[in-house]
């Protein structure tokens, strides 16, 4: 009923810059919240940075500075800027979004990407 699909992830050296892009696809009807999650092996998922729809964005602490997050709205696209990449900063990252779909049931459901690698490493 409804797809994220992740995109650019990889391998970069410490201080580089990824561009991760997640598409949302399927019967919606609208986006409340789109977000990239991360996930350390060994360590607990973590919220990276996320944005509402009105604009409205909320980062960790740890990559504030560093990372920007965006999205657009007509493309139901949210994108994550990534730079002074560290090794601290590999993980598998996880798109998320609030949606509501289209039907009689609009309460917003959370959805998730199936994940992308990013790897930090010389």
């Given at each position: ?10 391998l970069?050296?410490p ?9 949302v ?5 609208s ?7 991360r996930?350390?092996?060994?360590k607990q998922?973590?919220?990276v940075?996320?944005?509402?729809s009105?604009?409205s964005?909320n980062?960790?602490?740890s990559?504030?500075?560093?990372f ?14 990534m ?8 993980a598998?990252?996880y ?7 289209t ?7 959370e959805?998730?990407?199936q994940?992308?690698?990013?790897t930090v490493?010389?």
């Amino acid at each position: 009923q409804v797809q994220l699909v992740e995109s650019g992830g990889g391998l970069v050296q410490p201080g580089g810059s990824l561009r991760l892009s997640c598409a949302v696809s399927g019967r919606i009807f609208s986006i409340d919240v789109m977000g990239w999650y991360r996930q350390a092996p060994e360590k607990q998922r973590e919220l990276v940075a996320a944005v509402t729809s009105a604009g409205s964005t909320n980062y960790a602490d740890s990559v504030k500075g560093r990372f920007t997050i965006s999205r657009d709205n007509a493309k139901n696209t949210v994108y994550l800027q990534m730079n002074s990449l560290g090794p601290e900063d590999t993980a598998v990252y996880y798109c998320n979004a609030l949606i509501r779909t289209t039907g009689w049931d609009r309460r917003p459901r959370e959805y998730w990407g199936q994940g992308t690698q990013v790897t930090v490493s010389s």
